[in-house]
């Protein structure tokens, strides 16, 4: 079985500063991961995904995601955050050896509120 | 490119009445996806389909869900009674992933569904 844990259901940061979203996983093989951004009524939109390779995945926005095995860990960052960036973010996983079934599993999401 | 789009936009119907929610996908797009996301939950997938046949449907509740993709192309998903329980955001998504490919999706806006 595969799960997504968001540990934060909410995060403040000021415009300018850093900004980290955690995310961490559990699947019986090997990862896909995906982080999602949903603004206020509506969909949810790609914004990086770690397939293989290069453990810092570079996405839209100025967002990053640095995938960690040994802590099995993907989380989100950006180096400066921005007002616009407050929205409902989403960790995604699925686990590469499922076959034919691509169910993913979304996490509960976390609430990135940047303050000006 | 045109996005996914979906309708109606909001829903409210009343328990053990029908609904139905439409979906059209990016323009050659083989796989669609439907999700449901409860309020303060990520996304959970309902269905996956490739082309018009069923690749994943072991999370949708079939004692009441259904969902169809007769041509390939939109899908529709209805549910029939409606329960309390069922109110919440319904999600298309869709993308180009072929078998053992890792696709990105890509959301509609989602229908907001209320059972009173």
């Known amino acids: 079985a595969q799960s997504v844990a968001q540990p934060e259901d909410q995060v403040n940061v000021a415009e300018g500063n850093p900004l980290t979203v955690k995310c961490t996983y559990s699947?019986?093989?090997?990862?896909?991961l995906f982080w999602y951004v949903q603004y206020p009524n509506r969909g949810l939109q790609f914004l990086l995904k770690?397939?293989?390779?290069?453990?810092l995945v570079k996405g839209s926005y100025g967002f990053e995601a640095e995938f960690n095995k040994s802590q099995t860990s993907f989380h989100l960052k950006k180096p400066s955050a921005l007002v616009s960036d407050s929205a409902l973010y989403f960790c995604?996983?699925?686990?590469?050896?499922?076959?034919?079934?691509?169910?993913?599993?979304f996490g509960r999401g976390t609430s990135l509120i940047v303050h000006p | 490119e045109a996005g996914v789009a979906q309708s109606p936009r909001y829903k409210i119907i009343e328990k053990r009445q029908s609904v139905a929610f439409w979906c059209n996908p990016i323009?050659?797009?083989?796989?669609l996806y439907w999700y449901q996301q409860i309020l303060g939950q990520g996304p959970k997938l309902l269905i996956q389909?490739?082309?018009?046949?069923?690749?994943?449907d072991s999370q949708l509740p079939k004692d009441r869900f259904s969902a169809e993709r007769l041509k390939g192309v939109d899908s529709t998903l209805k549910i029939q009674p409606a329960k309390l329980e069922d109110s919440a955001v319904y999600l298309c998504a869709s993308s180009s992933l072929l078998a053992g490919g890792t696709d990105t999706q890509y959301f509609g806006p989602g229908t907001r569904l209320t059972v009173l």
């Open positions: 770690y397939i293989t390779g290069d453990n």
């Open positions: 323009s050659g797009h083989a796989t």
């Open positions: 389909f490739q082309n018009n046949g069923v690749v994943d």
């Open positions: 699947v019986s093989g090997n990862p896909y």
């Open positions: 995604a996983v699925r686990d590469r050896e499922t076959g034919g079934s691509y169910i993913p599993t």
